[in-house]
């Protein structure tokens, strides 16, 4: 079959320059949509799985697997853990083992107290935490001192986003207040790519005594990996066979990354409602652009006819049209990603666990200019075809 | 076979081009059946051009189209150049109307986003040949339509003869068997009538192209070979004509 020359699709676009500017930026608007719906997608998936270390494993109260927030263990763990399971990573004598306080609070920034609280994540912990939490590093300030006199905290890179403010507003030096009693911000730090840095971090006694609590949440511990050459390193066995041998603990044993792979399943229903929304609104884009197409067609039935009796086949002519509305929709979908990549990558979404950037990454870029395409392609079919059902005389005879 | 010629009644003994045989058309409108054409026969020899007159709906338009291939017949063979043209297949058809006809338009039908030169250039690209070929073809053509200097230009930029000249090289760039001419001048000042019925003469004088035109322009069909006269979808005698044209000429008191 012999197809119509490409620059005559190319060309048929420069005929209505404002139906040109709908199809592109129609197309824009779905593929942008698309990549925002991807971009979060992934990003919140990556931030959860990102957030688990690989050779770490959480340790909380039996049933409360499902959240730390609710779990609550005994304080002396940690020394029982260290004491009792042998592998666990060390470095100049101090152990891996991180006990920690996880907590939802509510936090205003300042300390007037006027502002509205936002809830936010706050882990107490030990200089421990710095060692476990290896995708953690201070970028500014110091580390807080628990009972120094003023209560001291360090935020995330992200703390900003998560309390509504201006990262200004979360500065070394600055003040926040939780739960009534003001903090004084003594570092900043970072943990690119994890929800960690949505949170805010302080000495895990001062966490005990604001939050009246005895017990702590959890322990993470990092295991060195077990070597069979030199019978050294440790597995999740261990670490389980070891909450089996107390069970007065009442520990569960979880690796990190299934402890985070289970909330990213957790918030399975809000991804669903991500696509879901934007495939509807995708769907209503290409119905405008259906009629954009259409409109582009039906104005031009009588070329079509011309083309026709000349000689050509009609799938020829409908692939022509096909190369045309993909080619406005491809547009518009480069167009997108162009701002995907340079405006929309890395910008923070709240979410109830705190806060990560949206990931505009090559499969989301993808999956984007796939939409554009399939735009093109699904917009052009029904018009196309309705315009060629006329028979050539009919179609010789359209105004 | 019911021809009437109004030049010369020689009969070729070679068999024509185009046969029509017992040539119907019918068409659904709503509940009634229309019928354009009704069991016409006619033939076509090679070379020759053939003037289809006749008031609106007498199907003379309906033959054209079923001639060029871009209409199917109800009933009765269309043979042309020893093809039963009624029996090919849709995407067949096309083929067949990309070698073998060349349609001019009334309001010429160039496509307005393409120049002259690849309004001409379109049918060529449906055959296999060279883009040196290609090029030397829409030349000959377009020089043969006198609008060569304008082959960069785009129809918007043309006037409407030139857009029919170049119209007629697109017609003609293919060699086909047969052009075909719906009102061809029908748009057009006397002027350019006359040179558009000029140029097509020559096309069947000088290249032995047959023609055949629909028109309501005695002056067009004047230019013709022969002038059929189409009423209720079947041809008219001329005796019937002129008896006909005479009995409504206005008696004396």
Request: hydrophobic share 45%.
């Amino acid at each position: 079959m012999r197809l119509l020359p490409f620059d005559y699709a190319v060309r048929n676009l420069g005929r209505s320059p404002s139906r040109l500017f709908l199809s592109v930026a129609g197309a824009a608007m779905v593929v942008l949509l698309i990549l925002v719906a991807g971009g979060f997608v992934r990003g919140m998936s990556q931030a959860l799985r990102a957030t688990g270390g690989e050779h770490n494993v959480i340790l909380m109260g039996a049933g409360s697997e499902e959240s730390v927030e609710r779990s609550e263990i005994p304080a002396a763990t940690p020394g029982v853990l260290a004491a009792s399971v042998q592998g666990i990573r060390t470095r100049a004598g101090v152990a891996y083992v991180s006990p920690e306080v996880h907590v939802m609070l509510p936090v205003t920034v300042g300390t007037g107290g006027m502002a509205k609280p936002r809830q936010v994540m706050l882990r107490g912990v030990s200089p421990a935490a710095a060692l476990v939490h290896e995708s953690v590093s201070l970028t500014e300030g110091r580390w807080p001192v628990a009972g120094g006199g003023a209560d001291e905290v360090i935020v995330g890179r992200m703390a900003g986003t998560v309390l509504g403010v201006a990262e200004s507003d979360v500065q070394v030096g600055r003040a926040i207040t939780i739960d009534g009693r003001p903090w004084t911000i003594v570092g900043r730090f970072s943990a690119p790519g994890t929800v960690v840095e949505a949170e805010v971090w302080l000495p895990l006694a001062d966490a005990m005594t604001a939050t009246k609590r005895d017990t702590i949440s959890c322990v993470v511990v990092t295991l060195d990996p077990y070597n069979e050459a030199t019978g050294e390193g440790a597995e999740f066995a261990d670490v389980a066979a070891f909450t089996k041998t107390r069970p007065d603990l009442e520990l569960v044993p979880m690796t990190e990354r299934e402890y985070y792979g289970k909330l990213a399943s957790f918030f399975g229903p809000i991804k669903v409602v991500a696509w879901v929304t934007a495939g509807l609104i995708a769907v209503g884009g290409l119905f405008g652009g259906l009629n954009t197409m259409y409109a582009a067609f039906a104005s031009r039935i009588r070329e079509l006819g011309t083309l026709q009796a000349i000689g050509y086949r009609r799938l020829a002519i409908v692939w022509s049209m096909i190369q045309e509305s993909t080619l406005a929709t491809a547009a518009g979908g480069l167009i997108a990603c162009a701002v995907g990549v340079f405006l929309l990558d890395g910008v923070a979404v709240r979410f109830s666990m705190g806060a990560f950037g949206l990931k505009i990454d090559e499969a989301v870029i993808g999956l984007g200019l796939l939409t554009g395409l399939a735009l093109g392609v699904v917009g052009a079919l029904p018009p196309a075809i309705r315009c060629l059902k006329p028979t050539i005389p009919v179609a010789l005879k359209a105004v | 076979m019911t021809t009437n010629n109004t030049h010369s009644r020689t009969l070729s003994p070679a068999p024509a081009l185009i046969q029509c045989r017992r040539l119907t058309k019918t068409y659904k409108k709503g509940d009634n059946t229309i019928t354009p054409l009704q069991e016409l026969d006619l033939d076509v020899p090679a070379g020759d051009f053939l003037a289809l007159m006749g008031p609106s709906g007498s199907g003379k338009t309906t033959l054209l189209n079923l001639i060029a291939g871009i209409d199917r017949p109800s009933g009765g063979n269309l043979i042309i150049g020893g093809t039963d043209i009624a029996t090919l297949s849709r995407s067949k058809l096309a083929d067949w109307r990309s070698t073998h006809v060349g349609y001019v338009f009334q309001l010429y039908n160039l496509v307005p986003v393409l120049t002259a030169y690849e309004n001409v250039e379109l049918p060529l690209l449906l055959h296999s040949m060279s883009a040196r070929e290609r090029h030397q073809k829409v030349s000959t053509a377009l020089e043969l339509v006198g609008i060569a200097d304008r082959h960069d230009h785009y129809p918007r930029q043309l006037s409407g003869g030139q857009e029919q000249r170049v119209a007629i090289a697109r017609a003609i760039v293919t060699d086909p068997t047969i052009i075909v001419g719906d009102e061809p001048t029908g748009d057009l000042d006397q002027e350019s009538a006359q040179a558009i019925m000029n140029l097509m003469t020559r096309l069947c004088e000088d290249l032995g192209k047959t023609l055949i035109i629909v028109t309501h322009d005695a002056k067009s069909a004047a230019y013709a070979k022969r002038t059929l006269h189409l009423e209720k979808g079947r041809l008219v005698e001329a005796a019937d004509l002129a008896a006909r044209r005479e009995s409504t000429v206005p008696q004396p008191v």
